[in-house]
């Protein structure tokens, strides 16, 4: 139980009944129990190996998608992406395209009509990785938009998670440098577990709302 709100917590919306909540609290998150992604984990740093990587995830259907962006503290500036992540059924990608030509060799999956790239706030995400270099965008879904159509208020992927999976997700390492060659296991983990509750969401999202 969270508080006053979990996610087996039936609203009445009109005359139906919801099977989670259509709004939390952070205190409420907080409630819930942490979830980390403890799969498999490829860190990609060169070029050879980031193209083995597309041949193996260009065969899935649906990749969990999400970027890092080393943080800026002065108003009005912003880094553009240092790592691409990628979840797919099994286990998580993380590409880190500044040590290469990380978009032109991303470029077929963010461009595959086939593979939707499923994920929070995806326009920002998509518009800044344009701003390295330009690439077609097809496939990307927004998971904020799939849960709005279920009635929830909620947008950000923290507050999704806690809805209408049960957990909450840290946020510990969200500030950290992403631009460093060699990524801490914490920033690894975190990265992986964005991408990965991605997926999840979308999956619930789209099961109910095909009822």
């Known amino acids: 139980m969270a508080g006053n709100n979990t996610v087996d917590l039936e609203q009445e919306t009109g005359t139906e009944a919801l099977p989670y909540a259509t709004s939390i609290s952070k205190s409420e998150i907080n409630d819930l129990p942490l979830f980390r992604y403890e799969g498999t984990i490829h860190l990609i740093d060169n070029e050879a190996e980031a193209r ?80 390295i270099a330009p690439f077609k965008d097809r496939g990307f879904v927004e998971i904020a938009t799939m849960t709005k159509q279920l009635g929830i208020n909620n947008t950000g992927l923290r507050s999704l998670a806690a809805i209408l999976l049960g957990f909450r997700i840290s946020k510990g390492a969200q500030v950290s440098n992403w631009a460093r060659s060699n990524l801490s296991h914490s920033q690894l983990v975190y990265a992986a577990t964005d991408a990965w509750v991605s997926r999840l969401l979308y999956e619930k999202a789209q099961s109910l709302a095909q009822g």
């Open 52 to 131: 083995k990587a597309v041949k193996i995830l260009k065969k899935e259907q649906v990749l969990g998608f999400d970027t890092e962006s080393r943080p800026s503290f002065r108003k009005g500036d912003h880094y553009l992406p240092s790592l691409v992540q990628f979840a797919s059924a099994t286990e998580v990608y993380l590409f880190q395209i500044g040590q290469f030509d990380g978009i032109g060799v991303l470029s077929p999956i963010f461009g595959s009509k086939s593979i939707a790239k499923v994920g929070v706030a995806l326009h920002d995400d998509v518009r800044r990785l344009q701003e």
